[in-house]
Nanobody, 115 residues
Framework: QVQLVESGGGLVQAGGSLRLSCKVS????????VNWYRRATGKELEFLAS???????YVAPAMMRRFTISRDTAKATVELQMTGLQSDDTGIYSC?????????WGQGTQVTVSS
């Protein structure tokens, strides 16, 4: 089994920054990458960024200028640094361990950007 717990969400003013963290525990052999997603109210799930077990990263082109994904292997966390946040960045941000026989999801963390 793999467990993921997100943290770092909250309320931020437009133009501000947040750093989300995804704590990953369990068997690393059960997944190949950890992805970040978000879901805004009334919108579909949106892929944001990915990092593989060997550290290769990918950020969705629409987010590339503002979002950065990284990992802290000592803490077993995958982090999403977000800058220049705007109101349409509001939503629930979730991480998922993917690439194995099953996908494992965290419970999500709310990000609210006030204008």
């Amino acid at each position: 089994q793999v467990q993921l717990v997100e943290s770092g969400g909250g309320l931020v003013q437009a133009g501000g920054s947040l750093r989300l963290s995804c704590k990953v525990s369990g068997s690393e052999s059960k997944f190949k990458a950890v992805n970040w997603y978000r879901r805004a109210t009334g919108k579909e799930l949106e892929f944001l960024a990915s990092i593989t077990r060997d550290g290769h990263t990918y950020v969705a082109p629409a987010m590339m200028r503002r979002f950065t994904i990284s990992r802290d292997t000592a803490k077993a966390t995958v982090e999403l640094q977000m800058t220049g946040l705007q109101s349409d960045d509001t939503g629930i941000y979730s991480c998922a361990a993917v690439g194995g026989q099953s996908e494992y999801w965290g419970q999500g963390t709310q990000v609210t950007v006030s204008s």
